[in-house]
């Protein structure tokens, strides 16, 4: 299947501080990539679907200025938690789906764990 | 997308096949069944996806009962690296741009 590179893998960040999450599509060029958070012994909530060269479409509940989206290109979308606090550390996770592929399975990076000090 | 309904958590002997029932019952026509798998502390991982007829690849089986009503994954010999949670996810072609709904999934316990 098509691979989704996720970076970080983890990272630590004091409160108050900001940090970027990166997610790439490897071997193929994704018009839509989306960005999920999942809490300790929960299932995956989406957070936000990324278009590139568009802005970003929120889920209700979750803070478009607290949770910067951007999708500069077709392989690439960050997504930067910004002036992080504890009840921000979670698994966060992005998912990638092939252009104009709509039949196709969405691909997932391997996750983000963000922990807040 | 038309909800879906797993078991909580399953047991299977490693070596044995795994089968990991889904209720759809409010599946519409166009709608495919995928069915993803997150080991722990990894992002989700497809294995397969149908409409109505069965179908296999390297990973596993999926069966499509003949009203798609439900649906059955096998992994046909379990290996403990098997052990993850099964989500079973509904969803119609015209969906390519929304993210997937996942709800609690199965918690498959690969048994030494």
């Known amino acids: 299947g098509a691979v989704v590179s996720q970076h970080p893998s983890w990272v630590i960040c004091k409160s108050g501080t900001s940090v970027k999450i990166e997610c790439r599509s490897l071997?193929?060029?994704?018009?839509?990539m989306f960005w999920y958070r999942q809490f300790p012994k929960q299932s995956l909530m989406l957070m936000a679907t990324?278009?590139?060269?568009?802005?970003?479409?929120?889920e209700q509940g979750v803070e478009k200025d607290k949770f910067l989206i951007n999708h500069a290109s077709l392989t690439l979308s960050t997504l930067t938690v910004t002036s992080a606090h504890p009840e921000d550390s979670s698994f966060y996770i992005c998912?990638?789906?092939?252009?104009?592929?709509?039949?196709?399975?969405?691909?997932f990076g391997q996750g983000t764990r963000l922990t807040v000090v | 997308d038309a909800k879906t309904t797993q078991p909580p958590s399953m047991d299977c002997a490693e070596g044995r096949a795994a089968n990991l029932p889904c209720n759809h019952s409010?599946?519409?026509?166009?709608?495919?069944v995928y069915w993803y798998r997150q080991i722990h502390s990894q992002g989700p991982q497809y294995i397969i996806h149908?409409?109505?007829n069965n179908e296999t690849n390297e990973m596993a089986s999926l069966i499509i009962t003949e009203d798609r009503k439900s649906s059955t994954l096998i992994l046909p010999h379990a290996t403990l690296r098997d052990t993850a949670v099964y989500y079973c996810?509904?969803?119609?072609?015209?969906?390519?741009?929304?993210?997937?709904?996942f709800g609690k999934g199965t918690h498959l316990i690969i048994q030494p």
């Open positions: 998912s990638a789906r092939a252009q104009a592929a709509s039949l196709t399975a969405a691909f």
């Open positions: 071997d193929f060029q994704a018009t839509t």
């Open positions: 990324s278009n590139e060269g568009s802005k970003a479409t929120y």
């Open positions: 409010t599946i519409s026509g166009n709608e495919y």
């Open positions: 149908g409409l109505k």
């Open positions: 996810i509904v969803r119609s072609p015209g969906g390519g741009a929304d993210g997937l709904t």
